[in-house]
């Protein structure tokens, strides 16, 4: 299982957090399945990328996932401390490929 943030077959980056599949690690990638939607994606300029799976946090509840957040505008992250942290977030088993 890949999680990622970012269309890796066209190099820019795509607002939600997505997981594909590969019997090895060079790929093909297949079975995209979207994750999750972030809600900051579409508010003024406000970005989303660099999605990671973190499986030793996984419990019954499901996978937890981080993502970062970003500003296409560098005054906003002065007017909002808040905007550029990770953000974390638990996926169900069921919503992720061989998740159950």
């Known amino acids: 299982m890949c999680v990622h943030g ?4 066209r190099n820019y980056c795509v607002p939600d957090p997505v997981d594909t599949t590969s019997s090895t690690p060079e790929g093909p ?4 399945t979207l994750l999750y939607r972030t809600p900051e994606s579409g508010q003024g300029d ?12 996984a ?3 499901g996978w937890v996932v981080s993502y970062n957040v970003n500003s296409r505008t560098f005054a906003d992250l002065f007017l909002d401390a808040t905007i550029y942290r990770p953000r974390f977030v638990r996926v169900p088993f069921g919503d992720a490929p061989g998740g159950g």
């Open 6 to 9: 970012s269309d890796v077959h």
């Open 29 to 32: 990638w297949k079975h995209r």
């Open 46 to 57: 406000l970005i989303t990328y660099n999605a990671h799976a973190h499986p030793q946090l």
């Open 59 to 61: 419990d019954e509840r």
